[in-house]
């Protein structure tokens, strides 16, 4: 059988059933294999598109998924996606067509060997769980199920593989090599250890991170935490775990996150941190500050990050979330009752309303009258927009969040909004974004408006980079260079592009915005929604900055976090 065809069929049986992929000289014969046996392929229009929805598509349903990409320019365009996945544990199989094998530059000290011809490899290695070289046209199942593995196991991530184009047309044999079955490695849990310090403390608080996800735990978190009673917060990634509403949820940590949740970490004396290694991104540059009376304890599958953390942890347990949840659950003893409002009430409070209509009250508006389940948010990586969207919008049961939090680049959003739709679980798509990370991938409305996806794509227009600008205000005297139209930065019109791509536009007005909202829930089709915001406005919450006598500045605890 033609090796690309036994590729396929293999990836089929292993239960691959989609592809991004933009074509090219290199992936013709996968591209036209994956067709005939039935792997579904979606064409985006550029490779950094097509490896962010791919990944999303992973995020928003664990369906396994294939990114396709060309040699050389293909490979690199590719890199923001990959990035972003490889940060933020998502399994994604990359197969890259390469040059013959006799023309790539591997181990040779020059630039180029083969036409439009990259040593790829070499450049994505410290961003992927693993790459392989394919050596023979033999080779190609075999590495396939050790790709396969390697992805989905332990800390899930991307693997690459770099396909030759010599070795994608021959005829193969489909014998298999047989697996070798692996130990599982059964860690020491620690559960009296975590049972004994929740007895002694008074103020237990629950970190959950996205790792829960991943291992597959969000039932047994659920008992888990019906079961306790002990409150607890969340990075980014986890703040759809449980509704916005529920009681016990106190909100998302970290220097964008929200007031009340920064305050509980402050005031907790056990913090138990699951899924998460508290990135600084959750505990900010001041460490010294933080969370400074709990004992801390960390669940983690990857010993690196325990071995590398920022944050000083009294116990430390290396293991899979699930695993460790389920262990915990028999064990532990409820938490008494407590009042946990004090924290939850500052989490949200409705910004002041001035001529414009402010973002975060949009926001908050908007999710809280678009309760379908079946819905998903996508937070576009970039600016004001990003923190706005997770500081802001009120989250209901089942409801998805999908981001690329990690690397909070400009410009994924569109494409994760085409991702998530192929998961097809979700009948409605809220997408939030900038308008200057609108542009940054804007081919992606094209594909939008193919596919006719059900979004709300709700552009956030304030004229520019804001969340520099802010930074621009506060410490470069309003020098707003390259952040402004005023300032060398120049934006086109929302409503003419979305003429040009042919897809419906409203303008949010004051006046009209109720019956504009609920007109909002019930699309069919592709919609931009245009919110010309204040240029000006502040952020819901951040950390405080003092002045320092000798001119510099230091942040503040996070406890302390501004009210705009
Ligand atoms: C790919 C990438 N380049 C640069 C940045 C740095 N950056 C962060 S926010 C931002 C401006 C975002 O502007 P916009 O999307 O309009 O959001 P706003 O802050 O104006 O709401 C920039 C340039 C980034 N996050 N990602
Ligand atoms: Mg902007």
């Known amino acids: 059988m033609k090796a690309t065809d036994a590729l396929a069929k293999h990836l089929k049986s292993k239960g691959y059933k989609k592809a991004f992929a933009l074509q090219g000289g290199a992936v013709v014969h996968i591209l036209d294999s994956f067709h005939k046996f039935g792997i579904e392929v979606n064409y985006l229009h550029h490779e950094v598109s097509n490896a962010l929805a791919a990944a999303s598509l992973v995020r928003a349903s664990g369906e396994k998924t294939l990114l396709v990409v060309t040699t050389g320019p293909g490979c690199v365009n590719a890199m923001t996606g990959i990035l972003g996945a490889w940060q933020d544990s998502v399994p994604l199989l990359i197969l890259s067509g390469q040059v013959r094998s006799n023309f790539t530059s591997y181990k040779l000290n020059v630039r180029q060997k083969g036409t439009q011809e990259a040593k790829i490899l070499d450049i994505v290695k410290p961003i992927t769980k693993k790459t392989f070289l394919i050596n023979s046209e033999k080779q190609i199942l075999n590495i396939i199920d050790k790709a396969d593995e390697i992805s989905n196991t332990g800390r899930p991530g991307p693997v690459w593989i770099d396909y030759p184009i010599n070795f994608q047309w021959p005829d193969i044999n489909i014998k298999l090599k047989k697996k070798d079955k692996k130990n599982l490695q059964k860690n020491d849990l620690k559960i009296n250890q975590v049972c004994k310090m929740l007895k002694e403390s008074n103020n237990p608080l629950f970190v959950f991170g996205n790792g829960i996800r991943l291992s597959g735990g969000l039932d047994i978190l659920k008992k888990v935490v019906n079961k306790s009673n002990i409150p607890f917060v969340t990075t980014w990634s986890a703040c759809d775990f449980f509704p916005t509403d529920y009681n016990l949820n106190l909100g998302i940590i970290g220097l964008y996150g929200q007031r009340g949740a920064n305050k509980a970490i402050n005031n907790a004396d056990l913090l138990i941190c699951i899924g998460t290694h508290l990135n600084v991104t959750h505990t900010s540059t001041r460490l010294d500050e933080f969370s400074?009376?709990?004992?801390?304890?960390?669940?983690?599958?990857?010993?690196?990050?325990?071995?590398?953390?920022?944050?000083?942890?009294?116990?430390?347990?290396?293991?899979?979330?699930?695993?460790?949840?389920?262990?915990?659950?028999?064990?532990?003893?409820?938490?008494?009752?407590?009042?946990?409002?004090?924290?939850?009430?500052?989490?949200?409070?409705?910004?002041?309303?001035?001529?414009?209509?402010?973002?975060?009250?949009?926001?908050?508006?908007?999710?809280?009258?678009?309760?379908?389940?079946?819905?998903?948010?996508?937070?576009?990586?970039?600016?004001?927009?990003?923190?706005?969207?997770?500081?802001?919008?009120?989250?209901?049961?089942?409801?998805?969040?999908?981001?690329?939090?990690?690397?909070?680049?400009?410009?994924?959003?569109?494409?994760?909004?085409?991702?998530?739709?192929?998961?097809?679980?979700?009948?409605?798509?809220?997408?939030?974004?900038?308008?200057?990370?609108?542009?940054?991938?804007?081919?992606?409305?094209?594909?939008?408006?193919?596919?006719?996806?059900?979004?709300?794509?709700?552009?956030?227009?304030?004229?520019?980079?804001?969340?520099?600008?802010?930074?621009?205000?506060?410490?470069?005297?309003?020098?707003?260079?390259?952040?402004?139209?005023?300032?060398?930065?120049?934006?086109?019109?929302?409503?003419?592009?979305?003429?040009?791509?042919?897809?419906?536009?409203?303008?949010?007005?004051?006046?009209?915005?109720?019956?504009?909202?609920?007109?909002?829930?019930?699309?069919?089709?592709?919609?931009?929604?245009?919110?010309?915001?204040?240029?000006?406005?502040?952020?819901?919450?951040?950390?405080?900055?003092?002045?320092?006598?000798?001119?510099?500045?230091?942040?503040?605890?996070?406890s302390e976090m501004n009210k705009s």
Not at 390 to 413: E, H, P
Not at 520 to 542: G, S, W
Request: glycine share 6%; charged share 25%; with cysteine.
């Open 292 to 558: 400074k009376e709990s004992k801390k304890i960390i669940i983690n599958i990857d010993k690196e990050e325990i071995k590398n953390s920022s944050v000083q942890f009294d116990l430390k347990v290396n293991s899979d979330a699930k695993f460790f949840l389920e262990n915990f659950q028999k064990k532990v003893t409820p938490l008494s009752k407590k009042n946990y409002f004090k924290f939850k009430s500052l989490n949200w409070y409705k910004s002041k309303e001035t001529k414009y209509i402010n973002s975060n009250n949009l926001i908050n508006s908007l999710t809280k009258v678009n309760k379908e389940t079946k819905s998903c948010i996508v937070i576009d990586g970039g600016g004001t927009a990003l923190y706005a969207g997770f500081q802001s919008s009120n989250i209901n049961y089942g409801q998805r969040v999908i981001c690329s939090t990690a690397i909070s680049s400009m410009g994924t959003g569109l494409a994760e909004t085409i991702g998530a739709y192929f998961s097809r679980k979700f009948k409605k798509i809220l997408c939030i974004i900038g308008d200057g990370s609108f542009l940054m991938n804007i081919q992606d409305l094209q594909s939008i408006k193919q596919y006719k996806i059900p979004a709300v794509i709700l552009v956030v227009n304030n004229n520019g980079y804001l969340a520099i600008r802010n930074t621009q205000t506060d410490f470069l005297s309003k020098r707003w260079f390259g952040t402004h139209p005023e300032w060398g930065l120049s934006l086109p019109s929302i409503k003419k592009v979305s003429k040009g791509f042919n897809i419906d536009y409203m303008l949010l007005e004051k006046k009209t915005l109720k019956t504009q909202l609920k007109k909002l829930q019930n699309i069919k089709k592709p919609i931009i929604v245009e919110l010309k915001a204040d240029e000006n406005q502040r952020l819901l919450f951040n950390q405080i900055y003092k002045k320092k006598p000798d001119g510099g500045v230091e942040p503040q605890n996070l």
